[in-house]
């Protein structure tokens, strides 16, 4: 079993910078995608960022250029760098493990609010 823990939100001005990582633990196989998802009140759960064994990245257009993902395979660890944040960026951030093999498990989330 896989679990998941986040850590890293809180609150930020428009324009700030906020570094989420999310930490796996338990029986991982050895090839996984990792990924981040969103959810703003109200609104649908969204695809953010995702990144491969191999570390060959993917990002929702409106993150594009503002948001790294990266990983670490010896620690089983993704990170997510959040630059230029603004408003529409507020939301409760998941993380997501997806095994080549077997069912993906989500984390517990970790909130992220932009304001002034």
């Known amino acids: 079993q896989v679990k998941l823990v986040e850590s890293g939100g809180g609150l930020v001005q428009p324009g700030g910078s906020l570094r989420l990582s999310c930490a796996a633990s338990?029986?991982?196989?050895?090839?996984?995608?990792l990924a981040w998802f969103r959810q703003a009140p109200g609104k649908q759960r969204e695809f953010v960022a995702a990144?491969?064994?191999?570390?060959?990245?993917n990002y929702l257009l409106s993150v594009k250029g503002r948001f790294t993902i990266s990983r670490d395979n010896d620690k089983n660890t993704v990170h997510l760098q959040m630059n230029a944040l603004n408003p529409d960026d507020t939301g409760v951030y998941y993380c997501?493990?997806?095994?080549?093999?077997?069912?993906?498990?989500w984390g517990q989330g970790t909130q992220v609010t932009v304001s002034s």
């Open positions: 338990g029986t991982i196989s050895s090839v996984y995608n």
């Open positions: 990144i491969t064994t191999a570390g060959v990245p």
């Open positions: 997501k493990l997806t095994p080549t093999f077997g069912s993906a498990t």
